[in-house]
């Protein structure tokens, strides 16, 4: 039967496409809250996609913030269920100018689909939602019962998303979550991603005096926000590029012997990843290799910083407030709650003469997530990839957050699968974020296969077999 | 003589104030390319006014970049002729929202004028040329000749300002400028300004990778550009807040004995400093003190940073660029050139490992100056202040900068004298600037005194005779 539904792919790729480009037209930019309008348009046209797709049941629910869509088809009573997820914001397009064609205007160059959420996450939303209507339209059923969730905060570290689950704890019940969030290491190496970062955001403030003051007449006796900000900053690191605050590095979980070897594959040099990166020199700790340091070694960076005079020209002040967002992505087992405070403690014990330190501990805390190794959906997705590739996945971790996992382990006790086209390349949250056409095609037969190795592997667990292997 | 205008003053205020009033709501802020229509405006309304007080030339000269206003009265062939200088351009009045009312809209609140440049520099430009109204209206003459250049690029440095005086030579022959521009020390002192600061400005770029990227997948191993800007700025002084970059100090002249002398008598603490300018603490070189400080040592001062996501809500971004500019104040006998290339040196040799630091030197270079202390102007205008205020004047220097006397030296080889009623403590620059009414009154009259001072004191020493003391 499977093999009747992949069939069908390549003619449907065009037709997937069409219905990607016009859900990319949408900024439904989540941190803005000028986009509330696109919010809810966005929201409307994934649930218009899940219906047209053939599931029965499609809802778009409040959550307290940006609706979540909601989906079920449940035509399989006592089959699993696996629970899609997905989110339909994306990151804000900024800065504008350094876009080669406009982020919400998609367009296609040499393979390539840009525009702003191309990638992450409306690209491989679209394809999980595009495989299972393959699905319906050829067979009428799905392999497994499927149900969809589709948020619309991920971009801003889902504050609500906790709380919705347990509140619609009963139209989620689920044997595991696949999501369609995450990304593949490279191109060329089909990999499977089993651990996630955790991620704490603070914003800092300095103040420094009652008003801007005028720099000549007070230069070299009044104290300045910005010189003192910037101490703060640079004691955050050392020279390599190392977190100084003490006690960050305390609780990290040094990776399984295994996980390290299967890195040490990837054979990810310094030279080959500052090309892939396309940055200037490779920082940071010199003992562990760059792929231990982007998997399972924490990072804090400052992610913007503003103080004085930003306004055309120039002003000659003497800054009395900078501020600054930083965030720290976490690996286990470390707490977010506890690296806030270690940072927090730090800024302020650090604080130069004459600056006021405030820190403020922002929305969208995430813990770092580590999937168990015998998960049963994780053999069903390196089934399905073998498939689809040809070739066994390597086992790897991501340095994004996905803090949706975290939730559906705590709140549902769900494990979560991460089984994504996009790879780590096609810049997501900057200019010019892309999908590579080729992983369109790929990443749409993958999940045609999904879903019947999903059936396969969780019946097999359920029933204590053993599932075949391809 | 000068008693009888001397006696029209107090019913002079309230018209002249009217006048300064309009001329305010002008927002004629040099820096931003947007206002230019109302540089313009402003040009044609000091015309105006200069044409109403009885000046009988008055032209709007163009400069290349805003215009200049000229007038002349030459009514007495023979005798000595003063240039009063000022401009009619205004800083930006961002940040709107710290404003109590509206920086374009002059309000009246417990006897201060607030508005932007009320202090720095319309209200003192309105008191010269209404003084020089009351003599006209009342004399028909005045004591000596006067010529007016009132300019519209010194908050952007006077770009424009030498090639304009070397052009205009001809109708600028005079043997002393008086300055509307510069600000008494403080309320209660009356001073004389004998020397300002120079100033350069740089702009610094960092780079560290050619677009932003996700600070998940990539924390830890990529360069952050704010890092490194933040590295860079930390790294221009020391804890104390003495500039750190080398040879920044090696050509400054110590002050003359008798003016730290006299800068002692200010009785300047540091605590009655830090109230006085609202900062939180008193920073830099503690071998000096804070009248010294101010007026004899240079400083370098961060004037305005940015780097990575600024908008609405935050974004977790390595930021791959971040910018700043900063600018040194300087003191005899440093050379704006010089201490920006050391500068840029240093940044330069300082650049982080991965980031790549360019360096540009801003428009508005400006030299220090300090006035021979035998210049006979500077007698006339004490022997006003004295009159004015029944006390002899402090001599002491202003932190600020004012290029247009080192251009008046170097194009035309005149002194100036720095002649304004505006206190230091006036918010120039910042938020709710403001200008005393009592200091608007007080300063017609002082003007009404100087036309006769001056007059007789370069005719005495034209003559080689000594003035007559008060």
Request: hydrophobic fraction near 45%.
């Amino acid at each position: 039967v499977t093999e009747a539904v992949r069939a069908r792919v390549p003619a449907a790729v065009v037709p997937a496409l069409e219905r990607l480009v016009a859900f990319l037209r949408i900024p439904s930019v989540s941190t803005d809250p000028a986009h509330a309008g696109d919010m809810e348009r966005a929201a409307r046209f994934a649930a218009g996609l899940l219906a047209e797709a053939g599931f029965p049941a499609v809802e778009v629910l409040p959550t307290g913030g940006p609706p979540a869509v909601w989906a079920a088809w449940t035509g399989r009573p006592g089959a699993p269920t696996v629970l899609v997820y997905g989110h339909y914001d994306v990151q804000p397009a900024d800065p504008l100018d350094a876009w080669v064609t406009p982020p919400f205007e998609p367009t296609v160059r040499e393979g390539r689909l840009y525009a702003r959420g191309a990638s992450d996450d409306k690209g491989p939303v679209v394809q999980a939602l595009e495989a299972a209507r393959l699905w319906l339209e050829t067979t009428g059923e799905l392999p497994l019962n499927v149900l969809v969730l589709l948020e619309g905060e991920e971009e801003v570290g889902s504050p609500h998303l906790a709380t919705f689950l347990a509140a619609q704890r009963d139209r989620l019940r689920a044997d595991v979550v696949v999501s369609a969030d995450g990304a593949m290491w490279r191109v060329d190496e089909p990999s499977l991603i089993v651990g996630a970062k955790g991620l704490v955001s603070l914003a800092v403030t300095v103040v420094t005096a009652a008003a801007d003051l005028h720099s000549g007449r007070h230069g070299g006796a009044a104290p300045n926000a910005v010189h003192a900000l910037a101490r703060l900053i640079a004691s955050l690191h050392d020279e390599d590029g190392r977190v100084a605050v003490p006690g960050f590095y305390a609780r990290v979980r040094p990776p399984a012997p295994e996980e390290r070897a299967a890195w040490a594959r990837l054979a990810l040099s310094e030279e080959a990843y500052r090309c892939a990166a396309g940055v200037r020199g490779v920082i940071g700790e010199g003992e562990y290799t760059v792929a231990e340091r982007l998997f399972a070694r924490p990072a804090l960076d400052v992610n913007g910083v503003t103080g004085g005079y930003g306004g055309p020209g120039s002003k000659t002040v003497i800054p009395s407030r900078a501020s600054m967002t930083l965030s720290c992505r976490l690996v286990p087992d470390q707490s977010p709650a506890e690296v806030a405070k270690l940072v927090a403690r730090h800024l302020t014990a650090k604080a130069p003469f004459g600056a006021e330190v405030t820190v403020e501990v922002l929305p969208g805390m995430a813990a770092p997530y580590l999937l168990p190794p015998d998960t049963p959906a994780l053999a069903a997705a390196e089934a399905a990839l073998r498939r689809a590739f040809g070739q066994a996945p390597l086992y790897v971790r991501m340095g994004g957050t996905l803090p949706a996992a975290d939730h559906f382990r705590r709140v549902l006790g769900l494990a979560t699968v991460f089984f994504s086209f996009s790879t780590a390349d096609e810049r997501f949250h900057a200019p010019n974020e892309f999908f590579r056409l080729e992983r369109f095609e790929l990443g749409l037969a993958a999940w045609v296969e999904l879903y019947a190795a999903m059936a396969e592997h969780l019946r097999a667990r359920r029933d204590g077999r053993c599932a075949s292997s391809t």
